[in-house]
């Protein structure tokens, strides 16, 4: 497909039509470009882990709760904008849509400035607070160095995407999150092998990569005849605006920031056991990854469905929408699960080879594979709530789930029970499984109800009635 064809690419009204077919085709792009994205740390880890040292591999790994805790606070914040501008979109107030456009811009901006100095000043601190073993610290610091130098480009293009995905166009980042993942691939290969980088060349790669993505999504938002289009003269803050992203955004933020932040201890305890350990759970993150992107894809597809039929007062309609994502959930997670158990050993072994960390990864998968299911439930209502503009009570379970909850149980079980790989590693099934009782029972208990909006146009709400 042409570069010129890709831009021209429409927007999706969700709030006509078939609810699964737009459900799929829009999640669809998600889980392919979601793949590839993985690719990123992925790649690096392999190419390390097989052409570098064990240490190296289990550095790059070590790194992504860093990495995951002050990214997952922006992607947050971006949800933000992305449930305002869908909102906005579905009650067809194009205006409103263009001022949040450009202001989430300007606030991606700041925040990338913010972000790379936070992440570069704070690197030795939080290497330390995960207990790094001293062999593996130093390639873990120059990565972490590298990639925080170049942030930006990862914020830009998951902002100028969550903006295209708001108004149901999700096909446009896909394609060029896959040219810029096969760049990172080639990038690694080129930097390790010929030029012989090591970690430092696979970090260099991916933040190449980054801002090629970031560059190509700008290059479409400035050319697109829709309502999202860029230009130089409406760039203004808007402050009514930032306070609406923000009512939505930084709950999500704070809760995506802190349970990354509290996973920065959970690989402090697995640390205890040494870098086969180490590398067992890295190769395992990675697989995980791939079992959660399913339901991750359709909980951000639920979470602009929502958006966009609540704009238009398209309760019931957004309801069942939500009934349909948990169901496809469920069932792409189940028959993911079961070539993971079964080909465990293969798998860890595909990232490194050592029979130490073969045995530890394989554990892992084997053990917690069967729960992901329990994800399913939390991720799609957490998303369908964000939907309708509630943020702040997803954030409250999720904190008390994934941090509270979890940090406790893996104190209990550090100092008074067995401090053994298994019960530690069973901690996240645990926080899965308090996190989507406790869910589940809000969502039936309050529904879902447009918490954002109280200015969409008469003309939409009458439409909304006649359509219901």
């Known amino acids: 497909m042409k570069l010129k064809s890709l831009i021209a690419a429409g927007d999706r009204d969700m709030t006509t039509g078939g609810i699964t077919r737009h459900l799929v085709t829009f999640s669809l792009p998600l889980l392919v470009g979601y793949i590839f994205q993985m690719l990123y740390n992925t790649v690096d880890t392999w190419v390390v882990g097989n052409y570098v040292s064990n240490e190296a591999f289990s550095a790059v790994g070590t790194v992504g709760p860093i990495i995951n805790m002050l990214i997952g606070f922006f992607l947050g914040l971006s949800s933000g904008a992305g449930v305002v501008i869908s909102q906005y979109y579905g009650a067809k107030r194009y205006d409103m849509v263009k001022k949040t456009v450009h202001t989430s811009v300007i606030i991606t901006l700041v925040m990338g400035v913010v972000f790379t100095g936070v992440g570069i000043v704070f690197t030795p601190l939080m290497l330390k607070a995960m207990a790094t073993p001293p062999e593996v610290l130093p390639e873990s610091t120059a990565y972490l160095t590298i990639y925080f130098a170049g942030v930006t480009g990862l914020m830009l293009y998951n902002m100028f995407s969550g903006i295209l995905r708001a108004v149901g166009d999700s096909t446009r980042p896909f394609f060029f999150l896959v040219l810029s993942a096969l760049l990172n691939t080639g990038l690694d290969l080129l930097f390790v092998l010929v030029f012989g980088l090591g970690v430092d060349g696979v970090a260099y790669a991916t933040v190449i990569a980054q801002a090629v993505s970031a560059l190509l999504l700008l290059l479409t938002l400035t050319r697109t005849d829709s309502c999202v289009k860029l230009t ?60 959660l992107l399913p339901m991750q894809s359709l909980a951000l597809a639920s979470t602009t469905f929502v958006g966009q039929n609540l704009g238009s007062g398209l309760e019931e309609r957004a309801k069942k929408g939500v009934r349909v994502a948990l169901l496809a959930s469920v069932a792409s997670t189940a028959l993911l699960m079961i070539p993971v158990i079964a080909f465990a050993p293969a798998l860890t072994a595909f990232f490194n080879s050592k029979p130490e960390v073969v045995e530890y990864g394989t554990m892992m998968l084997r053990w917690i594979s069967p729960f992901y299911v329990l994800c399913c439930v939390n991720q799609i209502f957490a998303g369908a709530l964000r939907g309708s503009g509630n943020s702040r009570v997803p954030m409250i379970i999720m904190l008390s789930s994934f941090v509270l909850f979890r940090q406790i149980y893996l104190f209990v079980f550090a100092n008074f029970i067995s401090y053994t790989v298994l019960p530690i590693i069973l901690s996240y099934p645990a926080g899965w499984l308090v996190c989507s009782t406790a869910t589940l029972i809000y969502y039936k208990r309050a529904g879902l109800k447009n918490r954002l909006l109280d200015d969409a146009a008469p003309e939409v709400e009458a439409e909304a009635e006649a359509a219901i």
Not at 244 to 261: D, E, H, N
Request: hydrophobic content about 50%; proline content about 2%; charged content about 15%.
């Open 232 to 291: 130089a003269k409406a760039f203004r803050f808007d402050r009514g605006v930032m306070k609406k992203i923000l009512k939505v955004g930084l709950p999500a933020a704070l809760q995506m920031a802190v349970t990354s932040f509290s996973n920065v201890f959970v690989q402090g305890y697995i640390n205890h056991f040494g870098a086969d350990c180490m590398g067992g759970w890295t190769a395992y993150g990675k697989i995980d990854q791939l079992i």
